[in-house]
């Protein structure tokens, strides 16, 4: 297997550190995320417990070569699990706790779950040999 490029390392180390900030985020500040769980689903503080433990193992996931690829078939996997409440909270305009998003951003943020399912993708994948 050849050499991963620096900025792929980089782009990974960074992204593994968002996923692990936001799922602990999730464990130690529920509250918001709670609020954007649509009515429809069960349990919404196990949820968002749930998928703060999978954001921190996706994250942890992606820093080894050996755990790699199912990290980013599961960080995929939640993106698309937790579309429902990103929706939710656009067409509300739910607001976290003591921050105030812009009603355009939270509609704007809806496309970057696809950069983000791109993103955990690209970074799951090994290093492709050089013709």
Do not use: C, D
Request: proline share 11%; charged share 15%; glycine share 10%.
């Amino acid at each position: 297997m050849p050499p991963e490029p620096l900025r792929k390392r980089v782009i990974r180390l960074f992204f593994s550190l968002a996923m692990v900030g936001i799922g602990l985020l999730h464990l130690v500040r529920p509250e918001g995320f709670v609020k954007i769980v649509p009515g429809f689903l069960p349990a919404p503080l196990f949820l968002v417990y749930l998928s703060g433990l999978f954001e921190i193992a996706g994250g942890l996931g992606l820093t080894l070569e050996r755990t790699r690829r199912l990290a980013g078939l599961g960080l995929i996997a939640l993106y698309v699990a937790v579309f429902p409440a990103n929706i939710n909270m656009a067409v509300h305009g739910i607001q976290p706790a003591q921050v105030h998003i812009p009603t355009a951003a939270l509609w704007l943020r809806l496309p970057f779950q696809l950069l983000f399912i791109g993103v955990a993708w690209w970074l799951s994948r090994p290093a492709r040999p050089e013709p």
